[in-house]
């Protein structure tokens, strides 16, 4: 779900995030950890993460993996926003690399100093595009939710960064959005409602 969810966010041309670095990290950690939620690897309660598997995670994602050991780790539950402040950007880092070594996108440098950026433009075009296109097919035929759609469909509105979203889905997502809250299982509510105030927390802008 993380590297769907940066796909999602970024133009396949020209590899630029269409949202703020902070509101890219705070997905990218929301989607990881949705993923774990539904997985049964991990519940939240009370607004904090708590570990619901110890067992290894087999053949799953390097960041995955990461996620849990982190989990793991700690002597006692913090809260999703602290796991948001502190996994954004080694799970950012993991999750390019995979979608780098998969061959989906390529890092492109750029600027000098302080103002240096990356880019991540397609190699793989449907690829790189496809998570976007799902989510906006969803957006405009229900029928075809599943839970991990229905949960990013819920952050991207969340995080205020429906703009990424073509102007049919966008319009159309706010009304769907307030029925998939509604019928969303309770752990992945509580994680929708503290990645939104995560978010409302930082200073942020979005590019459309």
């Known amino acids: 779900m993380a590297a769907a969810f940066l ?9 630029r995030a269409r949202c703020s670095a902070d509101l890219l990290r705070c997905g ?13 690897r991990v519940g939240v309660a009370e607004g904090r993460l708590h570990p619901l598997d110890a067992d290894p995670l087999g053949n799953s994602r390097r960041a995955a993996e990461y996620v849990m050991e982190c989990v793991l780790g700690q002597p006692r539950q913090h809260t999703v926003r602290t ?6 950007d080694p799970l950012h880092e993991m999750v390019v690399t ?3 070594d998969s061959g989906v996108i390529r890092r492109e440098s750029g600027g000098f100093g302080r103002r240096r950026v990356e880019r991540y433009p397609a190699l793989d075009l449907p ?3 496809a998570p976007k296109a799902r989510i906006e097919r969803m957006i405009t035929a229900p029928r075809e939710l599943d839970l991990a759609g229905a949960f990013t469909i819920a952050m991207v509105w969340a995080l205020g960064i429906e703009a990424v979203l073509d102007a049919r889905a966008e319009r159309g ?10 019928r969303m299982p309770s752990p992945l509510r509580e994680l929708l409602d503290a990645i939104g105030s995560s978010a409302a927390a930082t200073s942020l802008t979005v590019r459309r």
């Open 173 to 182: 997502g706010a009304d769907l959005v307030e029925r998939i809250r509604a």
């Open 7 to 15: 796909l999602l966010v970024h133009d396949e041309f020209s590899g």
């Open 127 to 129: 690829r790189a595009a």
């Open 98 to 100: 995979e979608l780098v």
């Open 83 to 88: 796991w948001t402040e502190n996994l954004g």
């Open 28 to 40: 990218l950690v929301g989607a990881e950890l949705a993923e774990l939620v539904i997985a049964g």
